[in-house]
């Protein structure tokens, strides 16, 4: 599943491919922007915030989301892709490599100006130059009613948090995804794990929370329901959690995991 780390690496990868080079070919498969041609433009950087990725040229910002199947993939011109082409959702080619977006949840060709109005209500992010804890342990802060398992996946409050990152921080800290912020022992802690957490995954191609890499060992709890528990041996229980407000709204409803032993 795609989160901060994911798309931090995946931006990497195309700043290193794309960066100063010409564009030859611009091909955008979302009908509202079909028309877009942005050949002959240079790639002047590719940049993450949160989960959010941005790709930009001399006159236009790309951004796209990756949602929960997203994905950019890079190519040498001629090399036969990897997933199937009705997926692809643009294709932008320059002289030594191919970018392509396949089955982006978001993508937008907007002006390059409007950078601000895309991230802008973001929080502070966790793999950005600007990261500031405080400001983001303010942010969970201000509404201390809110259960943590809900307050750390709200981007607004800081920003690369995703479903499997905040199951394993609840798991890690010992709580409940379903308790108050205002009863969750020493949040700055809390919030210095998921920077950590984020930082030492951000270069990995498996992601990690327990330390061990292979297939099936990477996570104490997400995805693990009615399996034993890494530490006490109890069955990991699941659920879902939402926003009371607004009850079942889809993507507001997540999947939680939990030890009904070792967090309370």
């Not at 930082?199 to 399996?227: C, M, S």
């Amino acid at each position: 599943m795609p989160e901060g780390d994911t798309v931090y690496r995946t931006a990497h990868n195309l700043q290193a491919a794309l960066a100063g080079e010409v564009l030859t070919r611009c091909d955008v498969r979302v009908p509202k922007y079909a028309t877009v041609d942005l050949t002959g433009e240079r790639v002047e950087s590719v940049g993450s915030r949160g989960k959010h990725l941005l790709l930009r040229t001399e006159t236009a910002l790309i951004h796209s989301h990756l949602k929960m199947e997203g994905t950019w993939h890079l190519y040498r011109p001629g090399t036969r892709w990897r997933r199937p082409a009705f997926e692809a959702r643009i294709v932008l080619g320059t002289e030594p490599w191919q970018a392509v977006g396949f089955a982006l949840g978001v993508l937008e060709v907007l002006p390059r100006d409007a950078e601000e109005d895309v991230v802008g209500h973001l929080g502070p992010d966790l793999l950005g130059p600007d990261w500031d804890e405080a400001e983001a342990i303010r942010r969970i802060e201000a509404d201390p009613e809110r259960a943590i398992g809900l307050a750390l996946l709200d981007q607004r409050n800081l920003a690369g948090v995703g479903n499997v990152y905040r199951n394993e921080l609840c798991f890690l800290r010992g709580v409940l995804p379903t308790r108050p912020v205002s009863a969750v022992p020493d949040l700055p802690r809390m919030v210095g794990l998921a920077k950590r957490t984020l930082e030492a995954n951000k270069n990995r191609v498996e992601r990690t929370l327990t330390g061990d890499v292979r297939r099936g060992k990477q996570d104490w709890v997400y995805g693990r329901t009615g399996q034993p528990c890494r530490r006490c041996g109890t069955r990991i229980l699941g659920g879902t959690l939402g926003d009371p407000v607004q009850p079942g709204r889809g993507a507001m409803d997540r999947e939680i995991y939990w030890c009904p032993r070792c967090q309370t």
